[in-house]
């Protein structure tokens, strides 16, 4: 485990600061299963790992149970929380809400050349991704390609709110590719939804993005039956609701 710590770490900016660093190491260690969900985390073990202080670790530890990923338990110790269907299916809701009014607003006013080569050479570099099969950089392209899309539009306050909202669900996201979700199948969703707006067909690109975003509720419930042990025991009655909607 150390050494996919260490590897993580390595794929940060050294201009960052160190809790700025730590906390992007351990969210991604987290939603990646390199921290599984259940498991205990020892912040003196953090930090000599990484070879800092004890408190931009304690301080990780706050911001990633803001996020709801990890609970602080007194006198019992820091743990990964197991994924909360609910938490999934509300920020899966509040994410399809954000995407589709960018992508109406990017159809509607359009988007500058320079974004639109952007993002269609983000959907080339996915494609590069499928053979050989590097589901960890697909993964960082496809973030990549809705922070491009969103800061395209000048909306920088909606990606931090997709991204503030996102961290259980950004779990299921990585559990589902490929074995639920087809890299493929997202990629020619993405070109659906730049086609739309390349177009300016406002109506076209909201309905691609919305279909993108409801892509989970399809793979949610064969994750859930093949990972219980990642997931809460006590199932959300508003899981099958969703999903019949």
Known sequence: MNTTL????????????????LYWVLRQSIIRMVLAPGQAVSEKELAD?????????????IRLSEAGLVEVRPQRGTYVVKISQQAVLEARFVREAVEV???????????????????????????????????????????AFHRTLSLGVG???AWKVTEEVKAQLDRVRYLSIPASTPIDKLIEQHVSIIDAIESRDVEAAAEAMSIHQ???????????????????????PSLAEEIQA
């Open 6 to 21: 260490q590897a993580l770490w390595q794929e940060t900016r050294e201009g960052d600061s160190v809790r700025q660093r």
């Open 49 to 61: 790992t990484f070879s800092v202080s004890r408190q931009p670790v304690r301080e990780a530890f």
């Open 101 to 143: 009014a960018v992508a109406r607003e990017a159809a509607s006013r359009g988007l500058d050349r320079h974004v639109l080569a952007e993002l269609r050479e983000l959907i080339e570099r996915q494609r590069r991704c499928l053979e050989p099969a590097n589901h960890d950089r697909f993964f960082l392209l496809d973030e």
């Open 155 to 157: 909306q920088q306050a």
């Open 214 to 236: 409801c892509e989970i509720l399809q793979s949610l419930p064969d994750l859930v039956h093949r990972f219980p042990e990642m997931f809460q025991s006590v199932p959300t």
